[in-house]
């Protein structure tokens, strides 16, 4: 049983910055990408950051410059930090990630239960 548990989030006002983890658990043989999303009740949800697992990210214009991923393999850790945040940055902040649980598995897509992150103006 694979879980991942973000953490991190919180109200804060704009221009301030904060750091998001996502912490994968359980029965682990490899983690391919990792991502975030983030999702504002009644709007679809928002691709963020993307990092593979040879540590390329990719990041929408939207976040990009402000916004940056990174991961600890050995933690099967990923985060996400955050600066420079705008009030349009609020929502649920969700991770993902592709996991295969043993060798003999396919890799299945995880996701996390959210962390909210509000930011003041």
């Known amino acids: 049983q694979v879980q991942l548990v973000e953490s991190g989030g919180g109200l804060v006002q704009a221009g301030d910055s904060l750091r998001l983890s996502c912490a994968a658990s359980?029965?682990?043989?490899?983690?391919?990408?990792m991502r975030w999303y983030r999702q504002v009740l009644g709007k679809q949800r928002e691709l963020v950051a993307t990092?593979?697992?040879?540590?390329?990210?990719t990041y929408p214009d939207s976040v990009k410059g402000r916004f940056t991923i990174s991961r600890d393999n050995a933690k099967n850790t990923v985060y996400l930090r955050m600066n420079s945040l705008k009030p349009e940055d609020t929502a649920v902040y969700y991770c993902?990630?592709?996991?295969?649980?043993?060798?003999?598995?396919?890799?299945?897509?995880?996701w996390g239960q959210g962390t909210q992150v509000t930011v003041s103006s």
């Open positions: 990092i593979t697992s040879g540590g390329t990210a």
């Open positions: 993902n990630a592709d996991i295969r649980e043993n060798p003999t598995k396919f890799v299945y897509l995880y």
């Open positions: 359980g029965t682990i043989f490899s983690i391919n990408t």
